[in-house]
């Protein structure tokens, strides 16, 4: 379970002076539950996770994973969650199986678990035919495959996934989704971030809409579309916020 409880991130910047990238966010997401965060290009979804992730720290407001504060317990945290960001480092020179390997260890897993574990990562995500090649020779649906399978080594019971499905076409993608799905019946929590709004329609029980840091709605889909008197995420979200103040453009996936 994750409580996110008024959280404020500030940064500068030379143009804007200070300014809150992530403003008063509360929300939960409950044991079991997939959870979408949904916003445009620089709304604050990716600060939001990190923060989440104890990679970053707030300015104010607390978040709680699987019990653990993210500022006084962040040890509890991170042996929690599996965390996968656009700036997941792995080390070139490694096949997925050594990178497997290399993060089990990390967390102490035991060798015949482990290895039992990597067996059926690599075929739940459809790895057999790049498992034993290097890094550096892998594509980007592959590398991004790759990355999916480190962070779920230690089987964690929160996974916090930042935009998994970014540029990956849709075979790879129904992939990673279908991995979600999974971890979701396995009982495990998981909070994603996507621009891609129909991708969250068919995958999330819930969706929390953020724009520019602040927190503008949650609920389920459902909810959502009988609240606006929509029929799809792209027009709830647009119904949301004001047309004039938008200084981007939708995607059209
Ligand atoms: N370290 C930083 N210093 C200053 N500003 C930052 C920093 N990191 C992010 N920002 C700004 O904070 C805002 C939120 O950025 P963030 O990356 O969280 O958005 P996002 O919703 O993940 O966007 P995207 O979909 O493009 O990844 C943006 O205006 C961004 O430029």
Request: charge should be neutral; charged fraction near 30%.
């Amino acid at each position: 379970m994750i409580q996110v409880i008024n959280i404020k991130k500030k940064f500068y910047d030379k143009k804007h002076g200070d300014f809150y990238a992530v403003d008063d966010a509360s929300f939960e997401v409950e044991k079991g539950e997939i959870f979408g965060l949904l916003g445009p290009n620089g709304a604050g979804k990716t600060t939001l996770l990190r923060i989440m992730a104890t990679i970053m720290e707030q300015s104010a407001g607390k978040i709680i994973v699987n019990g653990y504060d993210t500022q006084s317990q962040p040890e509890g945290v991170r042996k929690s969650i599996g965390f996968l960001s656009g700036n997941t480092k792995l080390y070139k020179k490694l096949t997925p199986v050594e990178t497997m390997r290399f993060f089990g260890k990390f967390y102490g897993i035991k060798k015949e678990i482990m290895e039992k574990r990597i067996e059926q990562i690599i075929h739940n995500l459809q790895m057999e035919d790049f498992k034993d090649r290097i890094i550096e020779k892998l594509s980007t649906g592959q590398v991004q495959k790759t990355s999916i399978a480190r962070c779920m080594i230690h089987d964690p019971e929160v996974y916090i996934l930042d935009e998994p499905t970014l540029g990956l076409d849709i075979l790879t993608s129904r992939t990673i989704i279908d991995f979600i799905k999974a971890k979701k019946e396995e009982g495990k929590t998981i909070i994603f971030s996507t621009h891609y709004m129909e991708e969250a329609d068919s995958l999330c029980d819930r969706i929390g809409l953020i724009h520019k840091g602040k927190i503008i709605e949650t609920g389920t889909i459902e909810s959502l579309k009988k609240k606006t008197g929509k029929t799809n995420i792209r027009d709830i979200f647009l119904s949301y916020i004001d047309r004039g103040d938008m200084s981007y453009e939708l995607p059209e996936n």
